[in-house]
């Protein structure tokens, strides 16, 4: 499948230039700027974080020697700013390219020497938030475009979008991509680098991601604090109802969603995948996150791992209120406990409902007759991949191949890309290769954060390779 006339040789010395002379500069200005979603920023606008962030991709963007290149920055009122961007090519078949440039924030237990808007590089590793998740897609997608026509193949008309509320759950996006529908056009192949790798070694392609709905349970039983030797054993822990409540909805004991709102079956080829993967990565599947010493996994087998990850539902605790920090805490029975809830979806199941569902459980007949609200805050449709078109499957092995030396591996991911199921209604017949640099360790939302560089580069050329299959596909 792949064009014989691509000079990969050439493309992948170009690129490591590249990367090492321009992109990686580029990307420790990046990490620098914390350019938190609006979400963790309602102040965005005029803290001006996110403006500097646009105009260093736009600069640079607009530095780029490709012939017809179109760079904007569009704006709508009220909004977050997207980057747009359009190449011509030799047919008019349309390939988008997306990623963006917001910032989950700081987040806690960062090494001494590291820290969320410190670019630190370590050998391929470059530590900092946003690299990874992903500051690089703007750099690698327009350096893949420019290095098709450099090294002698040719590519279909591509449109870059970079967005900025994507960790917020892309609340602006829809917005923008009406606005834009006409200039778009129609897609026949989406490329997406914000999404994660099994490992290093080879060409991962995202075959799934999970939706999610996240918000706030509040349990208030007095009006003001009091004394805990006073009161304890006649006013109920305000902790111990929420505690009660969340047992409604999540197993103690295994953590397994109870609730058959959040569930969704599970298609036997993304069984089979999950099967292969885990076969590729063996304890590696659970072995990469950081466990104290003598800690074990949920899961009761590799591929169980990735299953559970990528397909059922789960329950995260990311935040609280009404705690105070153990050295201001008194003897105080407190009147409130509040906690941020954020629930992983299976790609198939609609948030919505699971929403609604959620909120009807947690509210109803509330012990002691205390006060008690579920309150979503956002909500993120997953996403599951159409069947592999031949042509892709081919282009992704040998891409894999080529730039990795290994074959390439499928996988879902347990996080969600909003933009995947948007585009997944708009462009029913579109192919998709959802890849990206998140492996072992890369820890992306949490301390730590790192890009690994030469996977980076590595998919530059591949999707390179792939845009030149694409553009031949028919041929």
Same mark, same amino acid.
């Given at each position: 499948m792949a064009d014989l006339c691509l000079d990969k040789r050439g493309l992948r010395d170009w690129v490591e230039n590249l990367w090492e002379e321009e992109i990686v500069p580029e990307l420790i200005e990046y990490i620098a700027i914390p350019n938190k979603s609006p979400l963790f920023d309602p102040d965005w606008a005029a803290n001006g974080h996110m403006e500097r962030a646009v105009s260093q991709i736009e600069a640079w963007c607009k530095s780029r020697p490709i012939e017809g290149l179109v760079v904007e920055v569009i704006r709508l009122e009220?909004?977050?700013?997207?980057?747009?961007?359009?190449?011509?090519?030799?047919?008019?078949?349309?390939?988008?390219?997306?990623?963006?440039?917001?910032?989950?924030?700081?987040?806690?237990?960062?090494?001494?020497?590291?820290?969320?808007?410190?670019?630190?590089?370590?050998?391929?590793k470059l530590y900092g938030r946003g690299g990874a998740d992903d500051g690089y897609s703007a750099f690698a997608s327009l350096a893949a475009i420019e290095g098709v026509k450099?090294?002698?193949?040719?590519?279909?008309?591509?449109?870059?979008?970079?967005?900025?509320?994507?960790?917020?759950g892309s609340f602006d996006l829809p917005y923008y991509i009406e606005h834009l529908q006409e200039r778009i056009g129609d897609v026949s192949l989406v490329v997406c680098l914000d999404s994660g790798c099994g490992d290093y070694e080879r060409l991962w392609s995202t075959t799934s991601l999970r939706g999610m709905v996240a918000g706030d349970l509040r349990v208030d039983i007095l009006r003001e604090g009091v004394h805990s030797g006073d009161a304890s054993g006649v006013v109920p822990s305000s902790f111990r109802i929420l505690r009660h409540l969340l047992s409604r909805i999540e197993d103690p004991a295994t953590g397994e969603i109870t609730l058959p709102e959040l569930h969704a079956s599970i298609p036997a080829p993304r069984v089979d995948q999950a099967t292969q993967a885990a076969s590729v990565l063996k304890t590696d599947t659970y072995a990469q996150f950081p466990f104290v010493e003598g800690a074990s996994t949920m899961a009761?087998?590799?591929?169980?791992?990735?299953?559970?990850?990528?397909?059922?539902?789960?329950?995260?605790?990311? #935040? *609280?209120? $009404?705690?105070? =920090?153990?050295?201001? @805490?008194?003897?105080v029975l407190?009147?409130?406990?509040?906690?941020?809830?954020?629930?992983?979806?299976?790609?198939?199941?609609?948030w919505e409902p699971a929403a609604k569902a959620l909120k009807d459980a947690l509210e109803a007949d509330p012990p002691?007759?205390?006060?008690?609200?579920?309150?979503?805050?956002? #909500? *993120?449709? $997953?996403?599951? =991949?159409?069947?592999? @078109?031949?042509?892709?499957?081919?282009?992704?092995?040998?891409?894999?191949t080529t730039y990795f030396e290994n074959s390439a591996a499928y996988m879902g991911e347990g996080g969600t890309i909003p933009f995947?199921?948007?585009?997944?209604?708009?462009?029913?017949?579109?192919?998709?290769?959802?890849t990206g640099v998140l492996g072992p360790q890369s820890n992306a939302h949490g301390p730590n954060e790192f890009l690994h560089l030469t996977t980076g580069k590595?998919?530059?050329?591949?999707?390179?390779?792939?845009?030149?299959?694409?553009v031949t596909r028919t041929a």
């Open positions: 009220g909004r977050t700013p997207l980057i747009y961007m359009e190449v011509p090519g030799r047919s008019d078949d349309t390939v988008l390219l997306y990623g963006h440039l917001d910032k989950q924030p700081e987040m806690v237990g960062w090494r001494e020497d590291l820290g969320p808007w410190k670019p630190v590089r370590e050998g391929e450099r090294f002698g193949g040719e590519h279909a008309r591509c449109v870059v979008i970079i967005e900025g509320c994507e960790e917020s009761a087998s590799p591929a169980e791992a990735v299953i559970n990850r990528t397909w059922r539902p789960t329950l995260s605790v990311t #935040g *609280a209120s $009404g705690l105070p =920090a153990l050295t201001d @805490a008194g003897n407190r009147p409130h406990s509040a906690v941020k809830l954020s629930f992983r979806l299976p790609p198939s199941t609609a002691y007759g205390a006060k008690v609200s579920f309150t979503a805050e956002k #909500g *993120a449709k $997953g996403w599951d =991949a159409p069947p592999l @078109a031949d042509w892709l499957a081919d282009s992704v092995e040998y891409a894999s995947m199921g948007m585009l997944g209604d708009r462009f029913p017949k579109a192919q998709f290769l959802i590595r998919i530059t050329c591949c999707v390179a390779q792939v845009l030149v299959d694409h």
